[in-house]
């Protein structure tokens, strides 16, 4: 399972950027926002990674910033919702704008995204609104270290709830870069588990 990938910028496209990184250029799918964000060609660059697995596909949807990555996952649990409309719906509004409108249950605000009808919206709000971490939660979360964001990201990828985790590596994080990845890892775990 790939998670996160760094490496030279070597083609981008407003949809698709193509990183080389240990001479294998990986095709990621993108949104506009991350597009527009990207720096110029053979720059490095360093994506949060969403793979998705189908029987006939294999396709990696990238992201600069964690919050796009995880609200691109909470779209995905959507019925209806696939990876190339969550895409689509990234790329029509701003992260923190549209959790706001999910929050507040304005769907008019939510049909505006090109692709999304009332039922679509309705369903979002219905199936996100209290699985969406309310605004004061964001600076906390952005604070967090390379290596506690590496942790949260492997506990979700085992299966642990992202709240659950979030808690868990609250209550154990401390030293902030210091602390290794596999001591975080194991101290957050050995929280879950208690």
């Known amino acids: 399972m790939i998670a996160h990938l760094r490496g030279r910028l070597f083609a981008k496209h407003p949809n698709q950027a193509i990183v080389e990184a240990g001479g294998v250029g990986?095709?990621?799918?993108?949104?506009?926002?991350?597009?527009?964000?990207?720096?110029?060609?053979?720059?490095?660059?360093?994506?949060?990674?969403?793979?998705?697995?189908?029987?006939?596909?294999?396709?990696?949807?990238?992201?600069?910033?964690?919050?796009?990555?995880?609200?691109?996952?909470?779209l995905i649990t959507v019925s209806g919702i696939g990876p190339k409309l969550a895409i689509t719906i990234l790329s029509g509004m701003a992260v923190d704008e549209m959790?706001?409108?999910?929050r507040d249950n304005d769907v008019a605000k939510l049909t505006r995204i090109p692709g999304i009808g009332r039922k679509t919206a309705e369903r979002m709000v219905l199936e996100l609104r209290d699985k969406l971490a309310s605004s004061a939660d964001t600076p906390a979360r952005a604070s967090a270290?390379?290596?506690?964001?590496?942790?949260?990201?492997?506990?979700?990828?085992?299966?642990?709830?992202?709240?659950?985790?979030?808690?868990?590596?609250?209550?154990?994080?401390?030293?902030?870069?210091?602390?290794?990845?596999?001591?975080?890892?194991?101290?957050?775990l050995a929280a879950l588990l208690k």
Not at 99 to 102: D, K, S, T, Y
Not at 158 to 171: K, M
């Open 26 to 74: 990986y095709d990621i799918v993108v949104s506009v926002p991350t597009f527009s964000d990207l720096p110029p060609l053979g720059s490095e660059v360093a994506f949060h990674i969403h793979m998705h697995v189908r029987e006939d596909t294999l396709a990696l949807y990238g992201f600069l910033r964690a919050a796009e990555k995880a609200l691109f996952e909470k």
């Open 99 to 102: 959790v706001g409108a999910i």
């Open 145 to 188: 270290s390379p290596a506690a964001e590496d942790v949260l990201s492997a506990l979700v990828n085992l299966g642990y709830q992202r709240a659950a985790a979030e808690r868990a590596l609250a209550t154990v994080s401390g030293d902030g870069d210091a602390v290794s990845f596999e001591s975080l890892f194991r101290e957050a």
